[in-house]
């Protein structure tokens, strides 16, 4: 049995990292979905491929919300972070071998990372962009992403109005943190406050207030 394992949401600032393997006894039934990088098919593609994906293999998926992740900063690096997930699915799905996509610059060193905290007695094989070689790790990142787009609908559900993709690149995001903290003088809910977006709105908002008061 093999099994690929990936992840969605390791940069944004809202929302939480969803980490997901999937599992199978060999791969040429997701060959036959057509399974590929999960950034190179469009939402409706990943919507459609996520319930054929369960269908022929086994999935595992573990969300992180944003306060966990902070909390897990004070002591530990996302890599860490990451690697200590994908070895908690790996040790779900039990394979022989799991293949990952590398988080860290070195994948021998995210290999180490991963088995460092891995209880069952798979060999991993960690590459970059592993999504775009294993079918497998194909699978998983299709499942991660559409499982934290869904979980980003229900924040801006929960919130009552647009937060974008939960990224800083994203305008509608940064604006939403904005028009928030300025209403709110507090971050939002769902918001990863380690992050140095969130930590320069804050330090933004109190130099307005020290402005405003000796003004």
């Known amino acids: 049995m093999i099994c690929g394992v ?3 949401g390791r940069g944004p600032v809202i929302g ?3 980490v997901c393997g999937v599992s199978v006894d060999d791969d040429s039934k997701l060959v036959e979905l057509g399974v590929k990088d999960s950034k190179k098919l469009s939402k409706r593609r990943r919507e459609e491929l996520a319930p054929r994906i369960f269908e022929v293999s086994k999935v595992e998926v573990l969300e992180l919300p944003a306060e966990e992740i ?3 900063r004070s002591n530990m ?3 860490e972070i990451e690697a200590m997930l994908f070895a908690r699915i790996i040790d779900k799905l039990s394979p022989a071998v799991a293949y990952l996509d590398a988080a860290d610059a070195s994948e021998e060193r995210f290999s180490k990372m991963v088995c460092s905290y891995l209880t ?3 060999r991993t094989v960690s590459k970059h962009r592993a999504d775009e070689k294993f079918p497998v790790v194909s699978a998983a990142s299709i499942i991660a992403k559409v499982t934290r787009d869904r979980r980003i609908d229900l924040i801006e559900e929960e919130l009552g109005q647009p937060i974008g993709s939960g990224y800083t690149s994203d305008p509608l995001t940064l604006s939403f943190l904005e028009q ?3 209403r709110e003088k507090s971050l939002p809910p769902h918001v ?3 992050w140095k977006t969130s930590q320069k709105l804050m330090t933004m908002k109190e130099i307005r207030r ?3 008061f000796e003004g």
């Open 210 to 212: 020290l402005d405003s």
């Open 192 to 194: 990863r406050r380690s």
């Open 77 to 79: 690096t996302l890599n």
């Open 16 to 18: 939480p990292l969803v």
């Open 180 to 182: 928030w903290l300025e």
């Open 70 to 72: 902070d909390s897990l």
């Open 120 to 122: 069952c007695g798979a």
């Open 6 to 8: 990936d992840e969605a």
